[in-house]
């Protein structure tokens, strides 16, 4: 099986899926079912993202296993340095291994107290996403991804220094990197051409989440430091009482933003999907119908 950064050095855009670890066996058969749906599009990758909290931490890993092994898709699982040793850290990259998941997305994660918390290393664990990267470079074998910032990491001191730290991340080992969400196309161009003046040469592929439900995205927005632009807000607010209607603003705006990325030279689209299918799919199923993806 090829690599993923092998897959983006063709050039060939790459689209994906984002999934996270159900906590019960109800939201676990959502899971699978969207999963059958998805499949057939034939992703190039399938990620699963890691929590905070061992049993979640476990699913994590058994989910993403048996992704990769009932599916055959390229799996991505997700790893952060949240409450956890060194040592531990050290563990899930093998248990990874061992699963035959060799491609890792290494992550600081959010302090316990949310996003916005002032950020604590565990005592005997890593302070920054570059030492998880030199960490799994270290063990061998995986092929490391990286997280990106278009509107700036909330605790960057600067756009600069946050593409500074994408430089760095490249520099010890990362061969790709996935966006936080966003709305606005030019942001994340931005970001892109900061790197490149950087001489960072690493794709970085755009997270998309379609706004479907308004006080939901509101919130994921607030928590990951994204603003939702006002050009966004002015179509969305007029109609926020028409749930049907948002949903499909939601859909227009973001399959416009993955035909300006595209267009643009992003070399992806990777799709915060929450564990449902259809607006990805209706999304994706555009996309395709334009000869896009
Ligand atoms: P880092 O790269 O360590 O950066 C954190 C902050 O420190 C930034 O402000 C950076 O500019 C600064 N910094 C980094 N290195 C240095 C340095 N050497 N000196 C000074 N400052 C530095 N969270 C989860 O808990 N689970 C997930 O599965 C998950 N998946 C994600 C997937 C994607 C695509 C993205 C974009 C984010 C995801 N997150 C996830 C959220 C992520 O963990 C948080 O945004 C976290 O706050 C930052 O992680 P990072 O890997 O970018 O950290």
């Not at 061998?140 to 990286?146: A, D, K, M, Q």
Request: negative net charge.
């Amino acid at each position: 099986d090829r690599s993923l950064a092998a897959h983006l050095r063709d050039g060939v855009p790459s689209f994906s899926f984002e999934f996270f670890p159900p906590k019960d066996d109800a939201g676990e058969e959502v899971l699978w079912n969207t999963i059958a749906d998805l499949e057939p599009l034939e992703p190039t990758f399938v990620s699963v993202t890691y929590g905070a909290g061992g049993t979640s931490q476990e699913r994590t890993v058994r989910i993403t296993a048996r992704i990769a092994e009932q599916s055959g898709m390229r799996a991505i699982g997700h790893l952060t340095l949240v409450a956890q040793s060194k040592g531990e850290i050290e563990d899930v990259l093998k248990q990874y291994a061992a699963a035959g998941i060799d491609h890792v997305l290494a992550l600081r994660g959010d302090p316990k107290g949310g996003p916005r918390a002032p950020w604590e290393p565990h005592p005997d664990g890593m302070t920054y996403a570059i030492d998880l990267v030199e960490l799994a470079g270290d063990l061998g074998g995986f092929c490391i991804g990286v997280a990106a910032f278009p509107e700036g990491h909330p605790d960057a001191a600067s756009l600069q220094a946050d593409a500074e730290v994408l430089v760095a991340k490249e520099r010890a080992g990362a061969e790709y990197a996935i966006t936080q969400l966003f709305f606005r196309a030019s942001d994340y161009f931005d970001l892109v051409q900061r790197v490149r003046d950087l001489g960072g040469r690493i794709p970085i592929i755009p997270g998309i989440m379609p706004i479907l439900n308004f006080a939901q995205v509101s919130r994921m927005a607030e928590l990951s430091g994204a603003e939702i632009p006002r050009e966004v807000l002015d179509q969305i607010e007029p109609i926020s009482d028409d749930k049907d209607a948002v949903r499909a603003k939601g859909i227009e705006l973001a399959t416009q933003l993955c035909r300006d990325l595209l267009a643009g030279g992003a070399p992806g689209l990777h799709f915060i999907t929450l564990n449902r299918s259809k607006a990805t799919r209706e999304i994706f199923e555009t996309l395709r119908s334009e000869g896009l993806v």
